[in-house]
């Protein structure tokens, strides 16, 4: 499908498209090192990382330096995440490394290599990172794959100095510590978080060539915290009472405005994240989640909520996250995330080594509930198909999808549409340029939830296109 | 299962079961975190487009042009034009106004954004990058009159203070919608 609008980007997102194409080039410049032995069979061309070119911090890990083979964790021969250890011909002629060994934290195999890669906007302490998401298993995202998005630096917090301050028409304005916070009843819940800016290059033509790069600001993790209206019952609300000002303690001071209505219908402080303490680049000790609300509003590193009658217009609120139409207005507070899915196997830059049967796997989510269905085509859209859901289906939450799919060799197009318990149907890219003007991709930079192309053709080369 | 209202301290028992050993306090209040004094909260603000919470204190864009150039040109540009150099990455603040129906849009300050109180906001809360919070009250006032006079929305030597500021009508205050998603045209 082409745009019929002739989609232009202003200056800095112009700058910011071109980025993002040369970082994406050389992540795969660098997994292209070493030659790929396609371990997997069908995976990415090059999925085997160089792991000599990761350079561990290994001073920071001497400390847990213990026993036995953690002697070699300094040999920085290991990807991020995991330590180096030599393998042995035959572990089963060979005791392997003592329990507890690795100071009583885990790590994951010296031989799995994925990791966010960074848009290198010019100053790395305003920038993000992209979750990769041809590389997930199941349905939650690894903490330390997470994508990020910081406006000020990841701040180094002292949960004992923390505090949650609850003010403004409120009857009784309260400080919370961190000890306060958890002594409050939890809920667990899994949710994903999804920037707005997702696919931002995708508008006016097939920019990134990896899914990772094209839909990488989601991920989906299980968060336990307190439900926000526990708080608010502990301070009391005023009648007016319709917003509430977030403030994260960053260098950015990231403030958004959030409707009440949002606020105690399903906000939560949280300050758990897959079973362990947020990660300090997720918020620790304190973040706030909106279940579908778009990523920046999740404020982290939370240290205040201010009661108000009515928004602050933050400078988030009004000049960053708002969607120019063509007519020149803009849309602002456009906080939910609309139904969404995408095939991320396979994906862009993978390739298929021949004809014969492939799983087609992806993720569908929604901001607005539960995925309903999903639908897989391999001609483009003319044609589709139920896919299997492979993982429960939960209210704001990412699920997997699955289709069987036997390749003749000829040249195919993969597509995947959701549709949600709302029975919003995931649109095409044409049909959301034709609501929102024909200078689309400025206007539009947020919230592109439309429909996925990967083009495989008869050398099985898997493409990002637009059709 | 119903919750009841109870006074910190004398929680209601309800009897779950027949055994009283298992009765339960159904709290909806906890009693924990402690009251805020409001000098805790002097350290705080957020102003929204009335100017609640604006602090004492007034400059003019003559004055700012000072406080511009020793904290803000070296990533927002001599002219206020942007540096996009690697390190940087400034955003321009100024010009662009009549450009956002345009194939070409240009937001800033000027064009884009809706309230001057924004621009107090996040000047003080967040710049300079190098020393975000750093500025005194006159000069956060003074640069904010520098970037508006710049913008040609204001003059160099008007004043702008906790009164003036509010009153301030950016040239984009009525370029915003609501959002209508779902968007009606996708249920044809």
Known sequence: MKSDGHAVYDEKSRRMVEQMILAEQRHIAQRQQEDCDCKDGMFPRAAITDRRKFLFAAGSLAGVVGSGGFAHAADNKAPPGAFHFDVPDDPTKEQGRGVAADGGYGSRSQFETEVRWRYPTANDITSWSMTPLEKGLGNLTPSGLHFERHHGGIPTIDPARHSLIVHGMVDTAKKFSMTDIKRFPAVTRKHFIECSGNGLTEWNKPTLKTVQGTHGLLSTSEWTGVPFATIAREVGLQTDAKWVLAEGADAAVMTRSIPMEKMLKDAMITYGQNGEALRPEQGYPLRLLLPGYEGNTHIKWLRRLEVSDKPFMTREETSKYTDLLGDGKARIFTLEMDAKSVITFPSGDMKLPGAGFYNIQGLAWSGRGRIQSVDVSVDGGKTWYPARIDSTPEPICTVRFSFPWVWDGKPAILQSRCIDDTGYVQPTLKQLIAIRGSNGPFGSIYHLNAIQSWAVNETGDVANVHA | ?188
């Open chain 2, 1 to 188: 299962m119903s919750t009841l209202k109870t006074v910190l301290g004398s929680a209601v028992l309800v009897g779950l079961l027949s055994s009283a050993a298992f009765a339960q306090a159904i709290n909806d209040r906890y009693g924990f975190g402690t009251k805020v004094d409001p000098a805790e909260l002097s350290g705080f603000f957020a102003i929204p487009p009335d100017g609640r919470g604006l602090p004492p204190g007034s400059g003019t864009g003559t004055q700012g042009a000072k406080v511009f150039a020793e904290n803000c040109a070296a990533c927002h540009g001599d002219k206020l034009e942007g540096n996009p150099a690697k390190g940087i990455g400034g955003d321009k603040l100024i010009g662009g106004r009549g450009s956002l129906a345009t194939k070409t849009p240009v937001k800033t300050v000027e064009s884009y954004w809706p309230y001057a109180t924004t621009l107090f906001d996040y000047v003080k809360r967040a710049m300079p990058f190098s020393a975000p919070g750093s500025l005194k009250n006159d000069e956060v006032y003074a640069v904010v009159a520098y970037i508006l006079s710049e913008g040609k929305i204001i003059k160099p030597t008007d004043t702008v203070n906790a009164e003036t500021l509010p009153k301030i009508a950016m040239p984009n205050k009525d370029g915003f919608v609501p959002d209508p998603r779902p968007e009606l045209q996708l249920y044809h």
